[in-house]
């Protein structure tokens, strides 16, 4: 086999030695970590203490217990009456929502309980109050937190009072109508019962008399007024049953679950608070460690100079 001969230029290149790389002093040895935690080990554990301390102290002294007060509505229900569609308002939880958060209705409660809530605090407590609906039902439920749970109690129960007030008078409006319907149905029946009884006694009548074309004619008319009627009335009797379920089923406002006074707070959550107040000094501590080796292993080059 025939190889090409190689230049000058490329023996020499060839004939050069492949340098050899240093080894990466910043490799890290387990060993190295273990030392400098061990020998930062007070500090460690002081940063950790200073943490945990400062937050026992902030959750058992310092911060006051939030406490939530919680209730539950049901809505009721209202029928549609004709021409007279019903307002969702106190019907649909999304609309009672904003009644219930509304600053109307806010500050009647305010004013109702005397409360000490000045114009710059009214969004701060408007806040504090959740009303939220329950899926797949027409409940809401109504929770608010406060450092005082007697007044949170004493809120929440205005709330649900002016509410039931308001809609009082939609719901007693409403049942009227469907009464209404009712005593015009029981007239309309009266008034078909006579037709009925007419007719029948009538077609009585007709019976003692002869056969004649005239007459047959004249009780063909009676016996399809007759059942007529009978339609009408059976038709009037389904309206006045489903009438009279919808009023037996109007509900108004119900309180499902009344404002309790709550146990426990829930902020500050203290077995937490310095649960993660323990974690982060711990964390704050070991950063610390290495930063003080790192700095007094490479001192600032102001200082070599």
Same mark, same amino acid.
């Given at each position: 086999?025939? #190889?090409?001969k190689?230049?000058?230029?490329?023996?020499?290149?060839?004939?050069?030695?492949?340098? @050899?790389?240093?080894?990466?002093?910043?490799?890290? &040895?387990?060993r190295?970590i273990?030392l400098?935690?061990?020998?930062?080990?007070?500090?460690?554990?002081?940063?950790?203490?200073?943490?945990?301390?400062?937050? /026992?102290?902030?959750?058992? #002294?310092?911060?006051?217990?939030?406490? *939530?007060?919680?209730?539950?509505?049901?809505? %009721? +229900? $209202?029928p549609?009456? %004709? *021409? =007279?569609?019903?307002?969702?308002? +106190?019907?649909?939880?999304?609309? @009672?929502?904003?009644?219930?958060?509304s600053?109307?209705?806010?500050?009647?409660?305010?004013?109702?309980?005397?409360?000490?809530?000045?114009?710059?605090?009214?969004?701060? #407590?408007?806040?504090?109050?959740?009303?939220?609906?329950?899926k797949?039902?027409?409940m809401?439920?109504?929770?608010?937190?406060?450092? &005082?749970?007697?007044? %949170?109690?004493?809120?929440?129960?205005?709330?649900?009072?002016?509410f039931r007030?308001?809609?009082?008078?939609? #719901?007693q409006r409403?049942?009227?109508?469907?009464e /209404?319907?009712?005593?015009?149905?029981?007239?309309?029946?009266? *008034?078909?019962?006579?037709?009925?009884?007419?007719?029948?006694?009538?077609?009585a009548?007709?019976?003692?008399?002869? =056969?004649?074309?005239?007459?047959?004619?004249q009780?063909?008319?009676?016996?399809?007024?007759?059942?007529?009627?009978?339609?009408?009335?059976?038709?009037?009797?389904?309206?006045?049953? !489903?009438r009279?379920?919808?009023?037996?089923?109007?509900?108004?406002?119900?309180?499902v679950?009344?404002?309790? $006074?709550?146990? =426990?707070?829930?902020?500050?959550?203290?077995v !937490?608070n310095?649960?993660?107040? /323990?974690?982060?000094?711990?964390?704050? /501590?070991?950063f610390? @460690?290495?930063?003080?080796?790192?700095?007094?292993? =490479?001192? $600032? !080059?102001?200082?070599? *100079?």
């Amino acid at each position: 086999m025939e #190889f090409e001969k190689k230049t000058g230029n490329e023996q020499a290149i060839d004939s050069k030695p492949i340098p @050899a790389y240093p080894p990466y002093e910043d490799e890290i &040895d387990l060993r190295d970590i273990v030392l400098t935690l061990w020998k930062h080990r007070t500090l460690i554990a002081a940063v950790f203490l200073a943490a945990v301390l400062t937050s /026992g102290v902030l959750s058992f #002294f310092v911060l006051s217990p939030v406490y *939530e007060v919680k209730a539950a509505i049901s809505l %009721g +229900y $209202l029928p549609s009456i %004709g *021409e =007279n569609p019903i307002h969702p308002l +106190y019907t649909s939880p999304s609309y @009672a929502r904003e009644v219930l958060l509304s600053d109307d209705l806010l500050r009647e409660v305010i004013s109702g309980l005397n409360l000490e809530v000045q114009p710059a605090e009214f969004e701060a #407590f408007k806040e504090s109050i959740e009303v939220e609906p329950v899926k797949d039902t027409n409940m809401l439920r109504l929770t608010i937190e406060t450092e &005082d749970p007697a007044e %949170g109690q004493r809120i929440l129960n205005k709330m649900i009072e002016i509410f039931r007030s308001r809609s009082r008078e939609q #719901f007693q409006r409403q049942r009227e109508l469907v009464e /209404g319907e009712l005593q015009r149905i029981a007239s309309d029946l009266a *008034e078909l019962e006579q037709h009925i009884e007419a007719t029948k006694e009538t077609l009585a009548k007709l019976e003692g008399v002869g =056969n004649s074309t005239v007459v047959e004619l004249q009780r063909a008319r009676l016996l399809d007024a007759l059942s007529r009627f009978e339609e009408q009335r059976q038709g009037l009797l389904e309206k006045q049953a !489903l009438r009279l379920q919808e009023l037996h089923g109007i509900e108004g406002i119900q309180v499902v679950e009344s404002p309790h $006074l709550p146990e =426990n707070p829930v902020r500050p959550r203290k077995v !937490l608070n310095i649960t993660v107040a /323990g974690v982060l000094g711990l964390m704050v /501590g070991v950063f610390a @460690a290495f930063g003080v080796e790192y700095f007094r292993n =490479n001192p $600032l !080059l102001s200082n070599t *100079e």
